[in-house]
C-alpha cells in the first residue's frame, strides 16, 4: 500500500501511518467496549436472578429463625446457578440437585415450609420434563406406570378424605418416586453419572463428618449414645443413616461404568460406616448389610465375601442385641417398646376406616393419632386403607421384580439400580417410610443408573452404524461384480 505525500501536506508517510495505527486501535478498542456492554445488558437477567435469589435466601433462612439457615441459603444459591445455566446447559439444573437433595433443612413460604431436598427435586424436574430426551427404557416406562398404579390406588382415599394435606401428599409421594426417577434419568442421559455419583459422595461425606464432629461434643459431655448430626443442618439419626448406607452402597458396587477412582471409593466406604455406626441407625445397618450381602451373593465377587461376613456377622449381633437389651430394660419409652405401643394404636385406629384409611398425612390434622406409623405398610394401610395397601404391594414388587430382570441384561449398572431401592424397602420395614429425601435418593439412583445404560446402547449403535453401512457397501459392490462377470 502506497501513501501519497500530496494528501497529508506536511506530513511524512511514517507519521500517517501510525495515525492509521492509532485510529484501528481505538476502533478495536471502541468495538471491544461496544461488545463488552452488549454482553452485560443481555445477561442483565441473570444477575437481576441471583439478586432475587439472595434477597430469597436470606428472606427463607430468616422466616424459619434456625441454626441452618445459612444451609438453606446456599443450597437455593446453588439451585439458583443452575437455573441460570440451564440455557447453556440444560442439565445444569437436574445435576446440581443432586447434592440438594440429601438436604433436608427448611425452608420457609409464609405459613408453611418444605425441605430443601423437596424444593431441588421438584425444579429439577420441571427441567427434565422439559428439556431432557424422552426415549425411556422398557424398565424405566415400567418403574413409572408402577409407580402409577400406586398413584391411582391412592387417589381414592384423596376423595373420600378431603382435606389439604391429603391432596399435597398424594402429589409429593408421586415425586418423591418417579420425580426422582425423573430426575437421575435425566443426569445419567446426559452422561453426568461419574459426577453425579462424585457429587453424592461428597455430600454423604459432608454428612459423616458433621457426625463425627457431633459425637465428639456428645461423647464427652453426655457419653456414649445414638448421634444426631447438628451440622451442618440437623438431622434425625436415620436420615443420616440412611443417606450414608446409601453413598457406602455406590463405594461398595461402583459400577465399572461410572469409572469412579478406588482412591476415593475406599476411604468413602469406611468412612460411611464410622458414620453409620455413630449414629447407630439400625435399619440403615440392617438395609446396606442385605444390599451387600444379595450383591456379593449374585455376582459372585469372591473378593467381597469376606469383608460381607466381617461386617454382617458382628453387625446382625449387635442389632439383636440392642433389641434384646430394650426389651429386658422394661423401660416403657425406649424405641422398641414405643414402635409396639404404636403398632396397637395404628391397629385399632384403622379399624375405623379400613378399605379406604383416613387420608395421606392424617396424623396433621386426627385429633388424637398425631404420630406417623413407624413402618411402610402399616402406615399405607392406615393412611389409603386396603386398596392402597394393595397398590402399595404391587408397586413394590413390580419395582423388584422389573429391576431383577435390568440386572440380569445389564450387570454394571442394574446391580446398583436393584439394591438402591431394595434398601429403601428393607429400611422401611424399621421406621417411617414417607420421608423426603429417604424415598426419592434411592431412586435418583436408580434412575442415574438406567438412563446412563440408555446413553451407552446409543452409544454403541452409533459407533456400529458405520461399520454396517461400510459392510452394506462392500456387499453391494460383490453383488455388482458377480453380476457383471456372468
Request: glycine content about 8%; charged content about 10%.
Amino acid at each position: 500500500m502506497s501513501i501519497s505525500p500530496r494528501a497529508f501536506p506536511g506530513r511524512t508517510p511514517g507519521a500517517i501511518l501510525d495515525d492509521e495505527g492509532k485510529g484501528a486501535a481505538m476502533t478495536l478498542r471502541r468495538a471491544a467496549v461496544q461488545a463488552f456492554f452488549a454482553d452485560l445488558w443481555a445477561n442483565v437477567w441473570r444477575w437481576v436472578l441471583f439478586a432475587v435469589a439472595a434477597v430469597l435466601a436470606v428472606y427463607f433462612a430468616l422466616d424459619r429463625d434456625v441454626a441452618s439457615g445459612a444451609v438453606d441459603a446456599i443450597a437455593l444459591g446453588v439451585l439458583v446457578i443452575g437455573v441460570a445455566l440451564t440455557p447453556r446447559h440444560p442439565m445444569a439444573l437436574p445435576m446440581l440437585a443432586v447434592p440438594a437433595v440429601f438436604v433436608t433443612a427448611r425452608v420457609g413460604f409464609g405459613g408453611g415450609d418444605l425441605t430443601v431436598s423437596d424444593l431441588a427435586l421438584a425444579l429439577a424436574f420441571m427441567t427434565v420434563v422439559l428439556l431432557s430426551r424422552h426415549d425411556f427404557s422398557p424398565t424405566m416406562r415400567a418403574l413409572l406406570w408402577l409407580n402409577a398404579v400406586y398413584q391411582f390406588t391412592t387417589l381414592l382415599t384423596v376423595i373420600v378424605n378431603p382435606f389439604p394435606q391429603n391432596t399435597v401428599e398424594w402429589f409429593h409421594a408421586w415425586l418423591l418416586i418417579s420425580g426422582a426417577l425423573l430426575v437421575g434419568w435425566g443426569v445419567g442421559r446426559a452422561g453426568l453419572m461419574r459426577t453425579a455419583f462424585l457429587l453424592m459422595f461428597v455430600m454423604g461425606a459432608v454428612i459423616a463428618l458433621g457426625t463425627i464432629a457431633t459425637a465428639v461434643v456428645v461423647f464427652v459431655t453426655d457419653g456414649f449414645q445414638s448421634i444426631y448430626p447438628l451440622w451442618p443442618w440437623p438431622m434425625h439419626k436415620n436420615f443420616a443413616g440412611s443417606a450414608m448406607a446409601l453413598v457406602a452402597l455406590i463405594a461398595f458396587i461402583k459400577p465399572a461404568a461410572a469409572d469412579l477412582p478406588r482412591k476415593a471409593t475406599v476411604p468413602v466406604f469406611w468412612l460411611m460406616l464410622v458414620g453409620i455406626a455413630l449414629t447407630q441407625s439400625r435399619q440403615a445397618a440392617i438395609g446396606l448389610l442385605l444390599s451387600m450381602l444379595i450383591f456379593t451373593l449374585r455376582s459372585g465377587a469372591s473378593r467381597h465375601k469376606v469383608l460381607v461376613a466381617v461386617l454382617a456377622i458382628p453387625g446382625a449381633v449387635l442389632i439383636v442385641q440392642s433389641v434384646i437389651d430394650q426389651i429386658q430394660s422394661q423401660n416403657r419409652f425406649n424405641s422398641t417398646y414405643q414402635r409396639l405401643e404404636w403398632f396397637r394404636e395404628v391397629y385399632a385406629l384403622w379399624k375405623h376406616s379400613p378399605i379406604f384409611g383416613h387420608g395421606l398425612r392424617y396424623w396433621y390434622v386426627h385429633p388424637t393419632a398425631n404420630f406417623q406409623p413407624p413402618q411402610a405398610e402399616l402406615e399405607v394401610v392406615a393412611s389409603a386403607g386396603l386398596v392402597g395397601l394393595a397398590g402399595f404391594i404391587v408397586m413394590w414388587i413390580g419395582f423388584l421384580v422389573v429391576l431383577w430382570k435390568f440386572w440380569s441384561k445389564h450387570t454394571a449398572l442394574g446391580a446398583l439400580a436393584f439394591t438402591a431401592v431394595f434398601s429403601r424397602i428393607v429400611q422401611g420395614q424399621f421406621d417411617l417410610f414417607w420421608v423426603s429425601a429417604q424415598v426419592s435418593i434411592p431412586f435418583v439412583i436408580a434412575g442415574v443408573c438406567l438412563g446412563a445404560q440408555v446413553l451407552a446402547s446409543h452409544r454403541e449403535n452409533s459407533d456400529d452404524s458405520p461399520k454396517i453401512e461400510n459392510l452394506g457397501e462392500q456387499g453391494a459392490g460383490w453383488r455388482s461384480a458377480t453380476m457383471s462377470g456372468r
